[in-house]
């Protein structure tokens, strides 16, 4: 399916009109981008159009006013699935954890899914440094967890294996840059 990019960065930039990331000062959209563009330098498929489709909405369903219909209306019933499996359900996370559900989750994704989730985990590693020291750290925490879990219970793919190697090398170097405890 070919995908008009350019439509679909103009509906998640309106959806994510007037949110920022962490810091403040960055407008909430450049971490879908930023998403996308991890996605579509790693993967290679013939999907490629609508998994990129899907980075950029990623975070419509869970961060702002838009339905699972509007999304299957606009994009399609693959783009909004794999937007839907990405989703982080609100109550889950406070019932026994988010990363707990992560890492369940993640373990029952499709493929592409976990390319969005992974390429979202790298992405929101790379814009740590606006995050506070307490937020950074569980973070860090977090990731180990998720990753090692993965790694544990399920087949990668060789792009999924990419990622979690780009992962693990940008833990490191946050943890360089912050002379964290190379143990957390």
Do not use: C
Not at 94 to 114: E, F, P, Q, T, W
């Amino acid at each position: 399916m070919r995908v008009d990019y350019d439509y679909v960065l103009e509906f998640a930039r309106k959806k994510h009109a007037g949110q920022f990331r962490a810091d403040g000062v960055t407008p909430y959209i450049n971490h879908p981008i930023q998403v996308a563009k991890i996605v579509k330098r790693v993967k290679k498929s013939a999907d490629i159009d609508s998994i990129v489709a899907a980075a950029l909405l990623h975070d419509t369903l869970e961060d702002t006013y838009t339905s699972y219909k509007e999304l299957t209306d606009e994009f399609g019933v693959m783009v909004a699935s794999m937007v839907m499996e990405v989703t982080t359900a609100s109550y889950v996370p406070m019932l026994i954890g988010k990363s707990n559900y992560l890492k369940r989750k993640m373990v029952d994704m499709s493929n592409y899914a976990l390319v969005i989730k992974l390429a979202d985990r790298l992405a929101n590693l790379m814009d740590s440094s606006s995050l506070s020291e307490e937020r950074r750290t569980r973070l860090i925490i977090d990731t180990h967890e998720i990753i090692d879990y993965i790694e544990a219970h399920r087949d990668l793919t060789g792009t999924q294996k990419e990622l979690v190697n780009e992962i693990r090398e940008e833990l490191s170097n946050i943890r360089a840059e912050n002379n964290i405890d190379p143990s957390i």
